[in-house]
């Protein structure tokens, strides 16, 4: 193992942090500003790769597939915030975005490293969720070694379902086992493997832009408004009305009452509002264009 990991990007030492430890602490946050700005830059190299990866999300789920992540430690934790987020932001149900973490919910909170090393444990997992050709998985490991993914990834293609692989290594052995590979590239870590830093920011980015890519592309977003958000607290209902205003320009009372008439949902009162129809309307022209606004005839009159 100590030989394999000499070969790992992510865990070779970074020369501009050799003598970390004799630095101020400005001078250290200097050091980890200067090496957190290459992440982006890694990022934008592997667009191609997330591109094609999100508009394959966008595919599975616009036939009623899901879009699984699935990790440990860090890689898993941001799998898991992400999908966390989509129910309430796009209006997805739950089970549409699910991560499974090695360790389960213990580890969102606690160390739980050794189960990484389980081969088997990720494909009971998915087993235990019933992937199937449908779904696509999105395995993230910063090492590409991680057996706990390994054995998902093999299991997920055994069943037909669309693989990725998030990995900083080049030779991530996670590649070998995925159709969409994405290798961001942001050298070593500040302090030597620790790759909930530089890794782990670009896996976040990178997590952003599929889910947010394959809402786009599924008709959560119109304009730049996120007009599917669920209005499950005063915040979001606040933002719902603003979110209706917004996109039909009309005053703060018509959007108030149209969002209320509207059952609470954004897109409906949109419509009602645009094109001055009623609920009933609006909803069957909303069914007619599979949830997406600008594909209703005159919503952008």
Known sequence: ???????????????????????????????????????????????????????????????????????????????????????????VDPGTVCALIA?????????????????????????????????????ITASGQAPYVLGALAYARSVGAVTAAISCNQNAKTFT??????????????????????????????????STIAMIRTGKVYKNLMVDLKPVNQKLITRAIRIVKEATGCSREEAEHTFELAGRQSKSAIVMIRLGVSREKAETLLEESAGCLAGIPGIDA
């Open 1 to 91: 193992m100590q030989d394999v990991l000499e070969n790992y990007s992510t865990e070779a030492r970074n020369e501009a942090s050799f003598d970390i430890d004799r630095k101020s602490a400005l001078e250290i946050a200097a050091i980890i500003n200067s090496e957190d700005k290459k992440v982006p830059l890694a990022v934008e190299r592997a667009l191609p790769e997330i591109a094609a990866l999100a508009e394959a999300i966008a595919a599975a789920l616009k036939k009623g597939g899901r879009l699984v992540y699935l990790g440990a430690g860090t890689s898993g934790r941001l799998g898991v915030l992400d999908a966390s987020e989509c129910p309430p932001t796009y209006g």
């Open 103 to 139: 360790g389960g919910a213990e580890a969102l909170t606690n160390s739980v490293e050794a189960v990484e090393d389980d081969g088997g444990l990720g494909a009971a997992q998915l087993k235990e969720i019933n992937l199937c050709k449908n779904d696509i998985l999105v395995g």
């Open 177 to 210: 086992l995925a159709a969409h590979r994405l290798f961001l590239d942001v050298g070593p870590e500040v302090v030597t493997g620790s790759t909930r830093m530089k890794a782990g920011t670009a896996q976040k980015l990178v997590l952003n832009m599929l």
